[in-house]
């Protein structure tokens, strides 16, 4: 099956640092990877869209300045949290969409990152 | 009015029911219509995909499209407590590869044994 890691699962860091989390699909090519956030019990919210070689889409609202996406191959997309603050604090799921099956889009187990 | 809604519930049925899981969209030009299941503090699961309008069947999941209204349903037959989780619909109009899914809430299922 299609598989997709994050690493790390989760981090604790101070308020300032930055943090970088990996997602990389294993066992196919995502020429188009995703970037969520989600607070306990409720929904994801996309963040940011990334494509295989190009800059990242981000949705309204989120700052592109803070929250740092690269997409360096077709198999490994990385999202840095800059200068991070408390309310940074969430569960961060990344999701890559298979460049041959489109419809098929696989999450990765996401990564809870506490900000003290 | 939100492009896609799911009632969140949570939902509760002993185990053995079988589930309904409906989500209603506003827009039509979705084709494509996917169910995701996602256990607490795990990333979803992708679970079945359908195209257009039909039936499609996975073991004891069944998931089902209506265009005309705008309406689609995943059921679980002999419910199993290992069922307990949220599970998301989403759906998108299809084409270019950077095209996002538009997700529906989640609804938290509980099948207590």
């Known amino acids: 099956g299609a598989v997709v890691s994050q690493h790390p699962s989760w981090v604790i860091c101070k308020s300032g640092t930055s943090v970088k989390i990996e997602c990389r699909s294993l066992?196919?090519?995502?020429?188009?990877m995703f970037w969520y956030r989600q607070f306990p019990k409720q929904s994801l919210m996309l963040m940011a869209t990334s494509n295989e070689g190009s800059k990242a889409t981000y949705e309204q609202g989120v700052e592109k300045d803070k929250f740092l996406i690269n997409h360096a191959s077709l198999t490994l997309s990385t999202l840095t949290v800059t200068s991070a603050h408390p309310e940074d604090s969430s569960f961060y799921i990344c999701s890559a969409r298979r460049t041959d099956y489109l419809y098929e889009q696989y999450f990765g187990p996401g990564t809870r990152l506490t900000v003290t | 009015q939100k492009e896609v809604e799911q009632d969140p519930g949570p939902l509760s049925v002993p185990e053995g029911a079988i589930v309904s899981l409906n989500c209603t969209y506003s827009?039509?030009?979705?084709?494509?219509f996917m169910w995701y299941r996602q256990y607490s503090r795990k990333g979803p699961e992708l679970l079945m995909y359908?195209?257009?309008?039909g039936n499609k069947e996975d073991g004891r999941f069944t998931a089902q499209v209506d265009k005309s209204s705008k309406y689609i349903s995943l059921f679980i037959r002999d419910s199993q407590p290992s069922d307990s989780a949220t599970y998301l619909c989403a759906m998108s109009v299809g084409g270019n590869y950077g095209q996002n899914f538009v997700f529906g809430p989640g609804t938290r299922l509980s099948v207590l044994p």
């Open positions: 359908t195209y257009s309008s």
């Open positions: 827009n039509s030009a979705f084709q494509y």
């Open positions: 066992d196919f090519q995502a020429t188009t």
